[in-house]
């Protein structure tokens, strides 16, 4: 079980890098005057999302999965854990969110500016915070 559970950690590591960065680069994306630098960007964007960002996002739910599946009447009886999946469910969307503007800027359609990018770029800093709250303290 700790072996899993070290994986689970790393792929959510993982995951949280890679959807911390993403929309950073929508950032600088979104900012970018030229066409050679446009282009860069749609490279890493896509680099990112699929080779380390759903990668991950899959690793994480299939160890977490195979963590509950230990001791399922315990987990799915805690009011915390009902939580947390609630908020890494949100993180999913969340992801998927982010796969609809990596196409958007791929087709050179990007619907918003730089500001925007910046906002939802902490939309996951609060749903980590939550999560290793609801973990680790456990509050009901």
Do not use: Q
């Amino acid at each position: 079980m700790l072996w899993v559970k070290a994986f689970h950690i790393i792929a959510v590591v993982c995951w949280f890098a890679a959807i911390f960065y993403l929309p950073r680069l929508f950032v600088y994306h979104a900012a970018c005057e030229d066409e050679a630098g446009r282009e860069r960007f749609k490279i890493m964007e896509r680099k990112l999302y699929r080779g380390i960002m759903t990668p991950s996002m899959i690793a994480t739910v299939i160890l977490g999965l195979w963590l509950i599946s230990y001791t399922p009447a315990y987990y799915m009886a805690a009011g915390w854990m009902h939580a947390k999946l609630t908020l890494v469910l949100l993180l999913i969307v969340y992801h998927f969110i982010c796969g609809h503007y990596l196409k958007k800027f791929a087709r050179d359609e990007n619907p918003h500016n730089h500001v925007f990018y910046r906002w939802f770029n902490e939309v996951p800093v609060f749903l980590l915070i939550g999560i290793v709250i609801l973990v680790v303290v456990r509050p009901f």
